[in-house]
């Protein structure tokens, strides 16, 4: 985390960029993008220097920084920001130059022939394919099963794999791959999970199609109630009492708990620790869920002795 600090206080930018950059909050909320070559590299021994493994985290972090801007101009359509063009313009030729300094710092780390370039063109692709279905999705708003759900998570975040292949590549062993993988496919999912309940109305005055939304839209049916009448914040409260929100946080504790059963036999405690601390913020949600749907329906449940 000092690596990244270090690194954005050095360039020339408006304090509140380098906040909205480095700060200790956003460090915090992007931990996982931070911390994550760190939290993996035990598993490859001794053979990752501490140097490469800091330039490899500042590559890694600004790297996944420009992914998700360019998710959030895919994902609001072609809305200009006129509040403040001129920043806007220097945010993203901030991030544009972060981007190209991040393969700079990566094609410095591996040779052009190096297995890690071919690693990483497989996770861009899965990436834009990702990205390519969900708007497919979002076009014809048809049947979206949970394996449909966790297909396109696992294929949206595959861009942190890369991760995995540097270290591979640093250490020259490809024996943990697999495993991480599979580690990194669960957390992934998992998150999908939060964010698909957090992002809600948000997405859904975007007009993003999620898995939340297939599940609210069907409940709607089946109730015969007319969606098409109804806005954003007419359709959220339906997204707990349809049950919905409690199903994917349980799904998300889900695959909380089958990446620490891959990460803690690997020794990786740091990452185990973020998965359980996740995992218990969905136990949370859904007991507030609970507490607060029992009050609403004793408020609309007549007592016995008015019912008398």
Same mark, same amino acid.
């Given at each position: 985390?000092?690596?990244?600090?270090?690194? *954005?206080?050095?360039?020339?930018?408006?304090?509140?960029?380098?906040?909205?950059?480095?700060?200790?909050? %956003?460090?915090?909320?992007h931990?996982?993008?931070?911390?994550?070559p760190?939290?993996?590299?035990? *598993?490859?021994?001794?053979?990752?220097?501490?140097?490469?493994?800091?330039?490899?985290?500042?590559?890694?972090?600004?790297?996944?920084?420009?992914?998700?801007? !360019?998710?959030?101009?895919?994902?609001?359509?072609?809305?200009?920001?006129?509040?403040?063009?001129?920043?806007?313009? +220097?945010?993203?030729?901030?991030?544009?130059?972060l981007?190209?300094?991040? !393969?700079?710092?990566?094609?410095?780390?591996?040779?052009?022939?190096?297995?890690?370039?071919?690693?990483?063109?497989?996770?861009?692709?899965?990436?834009?394919d990702?990205? +390519?279905?969900?708007?497919?999705?979002?076009?014809?708003?048809?049947?979206?099963?949970?394996?449909?759900?966790?297909?396109?998570? !696992?294929?949206?975040?595959?861009v942190?794999?890369?991760?995995?292949?540097? +270290?591979?590549?640093?250490?020259?062993?490809?024996?943990?791959?697999?495993?991480?993988?599979?580690?990194?496919?669960?957390?992934?999912?998992?998150?999908?999970?939060?964010?698909?309940?957090?992002?809600?109305?948000?997405?859904?005055?975007?007009?993003?199609?999620?898995?939340a939304?297939?599940?609210?839209?069907?409940?709607?049916?089946?109730?015969? !109630?007319?969606?098409?009448?109804?806005?954003?914040?007419? *359709?959220?409260?339906?997204?707990?009492?349809?049950?919905?929100?409690?199903?994917?946080?349980?799904?998300?504790?889900e695959?909380?708990?089958?990446?620490?059963? %891959?990460?803690?036999?690997?020794?990786?405690e740091?990452?185990?620790?973020?998965?359980?601390?996740?995992?218990?913020?969905?136990?949370f949600?859904?007991?507030? %869920?609970?507490?607060?749907?029992?009050?609403a329906?004793?408020?609309?449940?007549?007592?016995?002795?008015? *019912?008398?």
């Amino acid at each position: 985390m000092r690596a990244i600090t270090d690194f *954005v206080g050095a360039l020339f930018l408006p304090e509140a960029l380098k906040e909205e950059l480095a700060g200790d909050y %956003i460090l915090r909320q992007h931990q996982l993008y931070v911390q994550l070559p760190t939290w993996l590299a035990p *598993v490859f021994g001794p053979a990752v220097s501490a140097a490469h493994l800091d330039q490899l985290s500042i590559s890694c972090y600004f790297y996944f920084r420009f992914l998700l801007a !360019i998710d959030k101009v895919l994902d609001a359509g072609p809305v200009a920001d006129s509040a403040a063009p001129a920043l806007s313009a +220097l945010r993203l030729l901030t991030y544009c130059d972060l981007y190209e300094r991040s !393969i700079r710092a990566l094609a410095s780390l591996f040779p052009p022939t190096d297995p890690y370039w071919a690693g990483l063109d497989a996770c861009k692709k899965q990436y834009a394919d990702s990205n +390519l279905r969900e708007k497919a999705f979002s076009a014809a708003r048809g049947p979206f099963t949970r394996e449909s759900f966790e297909a396109l998570a !696992i294929d949206k975040s595959a861009v942190s794999h890369m991760v995995v292949f540097a +270290l591979s590549s640093l250490a020259q062993t490809p024996a943990p791959v697999a495993p991480l993988i599979d580690c990194l496919n669960h957390l992934h999912v998992a998150l999908q999970c939060m964010d698909d309940v957090e992002d809600f109305r948000t997405d859904w005055e975007q007009g993003q199609y999620t898995y939340a939304h297939a599940q609210v839209e069907a409940y709607l049916h089946r109730e015969s !109630i007319d969606v098409q009448a109804l806005d954003a914040a007419r *359709v959220h409260p339906y997204l707990y009492t349809s049950g919905t929100a409690t199903a994917l946080y349980e799904l998300g504790k889900e695959h909380f708990s089958r990446a620490v059963a %891959i990460a803690r036999p690997l020794g990786l405690e740091e990452l185990c620790a973020l998965l359980e601390h996740q995992s218990m913020r969905c136990s949370f949600y859904c007991d507030d %869920i609970a507490a607060k749907l029992s009050k609403a329906q004793a408020r609309v449940t007549p007592s016995p002795a008015t *019912v008398a």
